[in-house]
């Protein structure tokens, strides 16, 4: 089991930027594949963005390519995901996740820890 704490959400006017944080800590971090997901109000959780755990393979939903950045930094067992050109439908509450495999997935049952969530809020 990882434990994972993400920060760095907010309030943001459209057009703004965000850079989320998520620091693992227990299981080997180096290892793990990571992903982002978010949930708006009053809808399922998303896909965002995935890293496989070595860093070479990248995927985005199609709503945030050219957006949002994954990136990691294994030295500080942390996640990031850079968000760009913020919209007021990328408003959701942003989880990180961690997945043993060290395979990115694009669903939610590839993953077996995730973080509290951060509140991403964007306004018009």
């Known amino acids: 089991q990882v434990q994972l704490v993400e920060s760095g959400g907010g309030l943001v006017q459209a057009g703004g930027s965000l850079r989320l944080s998520c620091v693992a800590s227990?299981?080997?971090?180096?290892?793990?594949?990571m992903g982002w997901f978010r949930r708006a109000p009053g809808k399922e959780r998303e896909f965002v963005a995935a890293?496989?755990?070595?860093?070479?393979?990248?995927y985005y939903a199609d709503s945030v390519k050219g957006r949002f950045t994954i990136s990691r930094d294994n030295a500080k067992n942390t996640v990031y995901l850079q968000m760009n050109s913020l919209k007021p439908e990328d408003t959701a509450v942003y989880y990180c996740a961690g997945s043993p495999t060290g395979l990115a997935g694009l669903t939610a049952e590839a993953y077996d820890s995730w973080g509290q969530g951060t509140q991403v809020t964007v306004s018009s």
């Open positions: 890293v496989n755990w070595s860093g070479g393979r990248i």
């Open positions: 227990g299981r080997t971090f180096s290892s793990d594949a």
